[in-house]
């Protein structure tokens, strides 16, 4: 029903697209306008919505620029965002057309960072990364786990649009983390030559990304840690002097 576009934009950023069959389309994190408005001129597509996670300027800052070229465009997102968009305020969907996003709050990179979901992509801004998570700014840690846990209970199928690449960088700090674990190390091995590594899969996240699995009692054990949060805290503060 719908088809999922990417747009490489500034350092490591992406910014996503969602479009119908009738190549309407609906523009996830624009850091940037010029990128999105030369793809959108290429593939004739006709820009609805604008869907926006958090405050940071990588992600908005082509919101204005976007809003002028395209004046019937709809912008949603938290309201921690200084822009005159729709507020999405304990909203658990938005509708655009015929495009429908559930809304998920996830609270801990930025304390109103929201995440958006149409099966099965999930739009994931800067909490959930293919292999990681994002660093804790404004939230705390035990935020931004309960955010993971939220967005793990997402159907397995789950596509994961994440708002940066970071997996090859993720999945190295994870080697040396565990550095007997073969589903990291095999994951490692199949997108090493990969450009482009997301989407990825919420099932295969489970079993490679450490942020997904503070519970395991195995891993605890293995870092003389006593519960979830605290191996979560643990592997966050590693990753950050990484």
């Given amino acids: 029903m719908y088809k999922l576009h990417n747009i490489a934009s500034l350092k490591d950023n992406y910014i996503w697209i969602l479009t119908n069959a009738s190549n309407q389309a609906i523009i996830i994190d624009p850091g940037e306008a010029e990128p999105v408005i030369n793809y959108i001129n290429k593939h004739k597509l006709i820009p609805l919505g604008i869907l926006l996670t958090h405050h940071h300027i990588d992600h908005t800052g082509g919101v204005n620029e976007l809003k002028a070229q395209y004046q019937d465009i709809d912008v949603y997102g938290p309201s921690e965002i200084n822009l005159p968009i729709n507020y999405l305020i304990k909203q658990d969907k938005v509708c655009i057309g015929d495009f429908s996003f559930e809304v998920i709050e996830v609270p801990g990179h930025t304390?109103?960072?929201?995440?958006?979901?149409?099966?099965?992509?999930?739009?994931?801004?800067?909490?959930?990364?293919?292999?990681?998570?994002?660093?804790?700014?404004?939230?705390?840690?035990?935020?931004?786990l309960n955010s993971l846990k939220q967005l793990k209970q997402l159907p397995n199928d789950t596509l994961?649009?994440?708002?940066?690449?970071?997996?090859?960088?993720?999945?190295?700090?994870?080697?040396?983390?565990?550095?007997?674990?073969?589903?990291?190390?095999?994951?490692?091995?199949?997108?090493?030559?990969?450009?482009?590594?997301?989407?990825?899969?919420?099932?295969?996240?489970?079993?490679?990304?450490?942020?997904?699995?503070?519970?395991?009692t195995k891993l605890q054990n293995k870092f003389k840690i006593n519960n979830e949060l605290e191996l979560f805290v643990f592997f966050r503060s590693q990753k950050d002097i990484f």
Avoid: V, W
């Fill in 111 to 144: 304390l109103g960072h929201l995440a958006y979901y149409c099966r099965p992509y999930l739009f994931s801004g800067d909490t959930l990364f293919s292999a990681g998570c994002g660093r804790i700014f404004e939230g705390t840690h035990e935020q931004m």
């Fill in 160 to 216: 994961i649009c994440a708002g940066h690449e970071y997996t090859l960088s993720n999945l190295a700090f994870a080697s040396q983390m565990l550095p007997d674990d073969k589903n990291i190390e095999s994951y490692l091995d199949s997108i090493s030559n990969k450009l482009i590594t997301l989407p990825s899969n919420l099932s295969d996240e489970k079993k490679i990304n450490l942020f997904l699995r503070c519970y395991e």
